[in-house]
């Protein structure tokens, strides 16, 4: 069974700091990962996502996750916080095989804010 | 743009409804979820469909039911609703049969409350 563990429920960070989300998963399988983002009163859009390839990946708003086989992680960063990026964040894993070939499986999620 | 709708944003409901919560997508994909989001707990899956008529249960599909009738509508029914179902529900479409290969696109989400 796929498991993701996001450390820490809450995050806070000053406008103009480096954001970092931590994500850990396991995975019996190599792994496709995924960062959600939920805006207040919204659904879930995606942030960026790893299937292979270069490991560094880059997604929308300046966002971006590095997949560490060795450490079984996909942090998330992002250089300099706006308060725009307030907001809920997913880590997920997908599932591999079955009927529908993209089942997620999600972390508990970190709640990011940002002072101004 | 993709698009995932579902019926109500907020729903209050009293136990022991029947509740049904709608969802609509115009993206002809064959996939659909629904998952309840709980705080701490993340989104976990209730029921996917992978083509209509056709359904396999989640990880938590205990006191609900699904429906697919046709390709862009899946219904997920509460038989009889308790208070423990209070919570915000998320359904999702995607494309790909394999993994990786797609993204679920989401709804804005249905809160709904069991009092």
């Known amino acids: 069974a796929q498991s993701v563990t996001q450390l820490g429920s809450h995050v806070s960070v000053s406008e103009g700091a480096l954001v970092l989300l931590r994500c850990n998963y396991s995975?019996?399988?190599?792994?496709?990962l995924f960062w959600y983002v939920q805006y207040p009163n919204q659904g879930l859009q995606l942030l960026l996502k790893?299937?292979?390839?270069?490991?560094l990946v880059k997604g929308i708003n300046g966002f971006e996750a590095e997949f560490k086989k060795s450490e079984t992680s996909f942090h998330l960063t992002k250089p300099s916080a706006h308060m725009s990026d307030a907001a809920e964040y997913f880590c997920?894993?997908?599932?591999?095989?079955?009927?529908?070939?993209?089942?997620?499986?999600f972390g508990g999620g970190t709640r990011l804010m940002v002072k101004p | 743009d993709v698009k995932v709708t579902q019926s109500s944003r907020y729903l209050v409901k009293r136990t022991g409804e029947k509740v049904f919560l709608e969802c609509v997508q115009d993206m002809d994909h064959e996939n659909m979820f629904w998952y309840r989001q709980d705080p701490g707990l993340g989104l976990r899956l209730i029921y996917f469909?992978?083509?209509?008529?056709?359904?396999e249960k989640g990880d938590i599909p205990e006191g609900y039911s699904v429906s697919r009738e046709k390709k862009e509508r899946f219904s997920l029914i509460l038989e009889s609703a308790s208070t423990n179902q209070t919570s915000m529900y998320l359904c999702?479409?995607?494309?790909?049969?394999?993994?990786?290969?797609?993204?679920?696109?989401f709804g804005p989400g249905t809160r709904l409350t069991v009092l």
């Open positions: 790893y299937t292979t390839g270069a490991t």
């Open positions: 999702a479409g995607s494309g790909a049969k394999v993994a990786g290969l797609d993204t679920q696109y």
């Open positions: 997920a894993v997908s599932s591999t095989g079955g009927n529908a070939g993209n089942m997620l499986t």
């Open positions: 995975s019996s399988v190599p792994p496709y």
């Open positions: 469909s992978y083509d209509v008529k056709m359904k």
